[in-house]
Structure formats: structure tokens, C-alpha cells
């Protein structure tokens, strides 16, 4: 499918959801998380809990509160503490695909998903992200946008995701 690369902070993207990069405890920490939930207010990090844990490349869905969205996509591509895999990277990009396309979402904002704290090589990390999405057939969903929050990961992003589209 079509995808785009913006940059810029997740929490002020409108969108029909937002994808957080979680840990299977779905306890928001820092990095999108921490965007995420500084702006959507406290109600967030309480819900996300709540519908933990879940499985490595799992996600769950909550609202998306003060945040100009309707859902936050809570893809968990790392175990607490741990790091991610390109499996878990692979599974948790397609399975908020997945979800967002089955709460008929025409809009989706998705970050490198395992690629910060979670340890994973940022390139490689982002070229299976963009595989996925690439590869993805949607119902629903018609606006991807992949975001980066530096100019340096902007750049990486859009030369990878350049190569993935051929």
C-alpha cells in the first residue's frame, strides 16, 4: 500500500489512530510514549495498563483522549526492559495495521516501532517496517504516514522506504 514519511512529534498528528511503540506491559514510559501520553492527559496510561499485557508483536487499542485522534494503537514490539527482534517488529507493525483497519481507520500515524530504546538497528528496523506496510492490503486504511521526530531518522526513513517502493 501507499505510505508516506513526515516528520515531526506523533502526539500533534491528527489521524483516526496513533500508534504507540509499547512494551507487552503497556506501560508508557519515554520516547512515543511519553509524546503520547504527556498530551493526551492521564487517562491514557491508565487504560493502556489496564488492557495489558499483551504478547510480543501483539497490540491493544484504547482512545486516543486529548490526542486529535480517535484510537492509540498500542503495538508492543519489545518485553520490558528487553529488546525487539525483527520478528517482533514485523508482527507488531502488521498486527496495528491490522487492528486499524478493522476499526474501519482511514488514517493512520505509525513511528519506527522497536527501533529506540527497544535496541534494534534504526535502518534495519525501519526497512522491515516499511516492507510490511508496503505489503499490507487494507480495507480501510488509505493514509499511512510513517514519522520520524530528528531530521537524521527523517532522512533514513525516507531513503529506506524510497528503496522498499522500488
Do not use: W
Request: hydrophobic share 45%.
Amino acid at each position: 500500500m501507499e505510505f508516506e514519511v513526515i516528520q515531526g512529534d506523533i502526539a500533534q498528528q491528527s489521524a483516526d489512530a496513533l500508534v504507540n511503540a509499547a512494551n507487552t506491559s503497556l506501560r508508557m514510559g519515554s520516547g512515543v510514549a511519553g509524546a503520547l501520553k504527556r498530551a493526551a492527559g492521564s487517562g491514557l496510561p491508565d487504560e493502556a495498563v489496564a488492557k495489558g499485557p499483551v504478547d510480543l508483536g501483539g497490540v491493544a487499542t484504547t482512545d486516543a483522549y486529548d490526542l486529535d485522534a480517535d484510537y492509540v494503537v498500542h503495538a508492543a514490539a519489545m518485553p520490558p526492559g528487553g529488546q525487539s527482534t525483527a520478528r517482533s517488529i514485523r508482527d507488531a507493525t502488521r498486527n496495528a495495521l491490522a487492528e486499524a483497519d478493522a476499526l474501519s481507520c482511514e488514517s493512520l500515524v505509525l513511528p519506527a516501532i522497536g527501533c529506540g530504546i527497544a535496541g534494534f538497528d534504526f535502518e534495519d528496523g525501519v526497512r522491515i517496517i516499511c516492507d510490511v506496510v508496503d505489503g499490507f492490503e487494507p480495507a480501510s486504511l488509505t493514509d499511512v504516514r510513517l514519522i520520524a521526530y530528528s531530521d537524521d531518522d527523517y532522512e533514513t526513513i525516507q531513503r529506506v522506504a524510497t528503496e522498499v517502493r522500488g
